[in-house]
């Protein structure tokens, strides 16, 4: 079937377990689009809104890339993964000794502008390589910490164990990397 010129942004609800790229080329091949791009990867654990342009939207692409995000992210203190998220291998368990005071103060310590060093599991490019593809082989590569901007980190539920997180974040910022650099801060690993 011949592709066809379609143009247009399609607001997906992108389920989990599915790359961001992987639901794009599906999409894609559904409306035989000739041209189509995302506005910004998803990690595969995350579902959420994934806006994607078709034809001459493609070069709106980059404005809606160039945007605040909103996250509502679940933590699970007391153990970390290699890959900083809940698809990895368990590298480390330790007890949750913080309470929910020392959580929300420690949460402020993330707000503002700061530097950031991206996680290895990302579509970052590295010698023309994205850096997972390093990371899927254990071979770490040097990363330079970015400038992101948390404009708010907002504790939503605690139970000791489990947490839940509003964030809206710059550009830029991972999630995963936000989260594990706070279980870190707390001595529990996330």
Known sequence: MARRAVHGILLLDKPLEISSNGILQRVRWLYQAEKA?????????????LPICFGEATKFCQFLLDTDKTYLVTAHFGLRTDTSDAAGEIISRKPVTFDQAL??????QFRG????????????KYQGQPLYKYA?????????????????????HFDG?????L????????????????GEALGSGA
């Open 167 to 182: 964030v809206h974040c710059s550009k830029g910022t991972y999630i995963r990397t936000l989260i594990d650099d706070l």
């Open 136 to 156: 899927r082989q254990g071979i770490e590569v040097p990363r330079e910490a970015r400038p992101i901007t948390i404009f708010r980190f907002e504790l939503q």
């Open 113 to 124: 502008p700061q530097m950031q060093i991206p996680t290895m599991f990302s579509a970052l």
């Open 37 to 49: 791009g995302h506005t910004g990867a998803l990690d595969p654990l995350a579902s959420g809104l």
């Open 161 to 165: 164990e489990y947490a839940s997180f």
């Open 103 to 108: 959580l929300e103060q420690m949460m402020q």
